[in-house]
Nanobody, 121 residues
């Protein structure tokens, strides 16, 4: 059973930076991983995804501010978020088990519980 644990969420001011981390219990078969955000009352949306071959994809509005990276072992995932704004507020979850770098939640098998990011003006 794969377990994913996120950390790094916090309450910050607009313009601040945060780095989220996600650790997994196994490395095999986790080639592609992603970060997703769910704001209050909204559907979960893909933020960024990455595969071990280096392929990356970002949601519109995040490229240039957010950087996704993955440990070479495939056992950790990171999201560096800069110049945060209030629209970035939400529960950030990592996902694993995808076969390609995708922002579609249904393409991932494993999910963490999430870490809350709250941005205030």
């Amino acid at each position: 059973q794969v377990q994913l644990v996120e950390s790094g969420g916090s309450s910050v001011q607009a313009g601040d930076s945060l780095k989220l981390s996600c650790s997994s219990t196994i490395a095999s078969n986790l080639a592609c991983m992603g970060w997703f955000r769910q704001a209050a009352g909204k559907a979960r949306e893909g933020i960024a995804a990455i595969c071990l071959d280096g392929t990356r994809v970002y949601a519109e509005g995040t490229e240039g501010r957010f950087t996704i990276s993955q440990a070479s072992t495939g056992m950790a995932l990171y999201l560096q978020m800069n110049n945060l704004n209030i629209m970035d507020t939400g529960l950030y979850s990592c996902a694993a088990g995808g076969v390609r770098a995708s922002l579609a939640p249904h393409e991932y098998k494993y999910w963490g519980q999430g870490t809350q990011v709250t941005v205030s003006s």
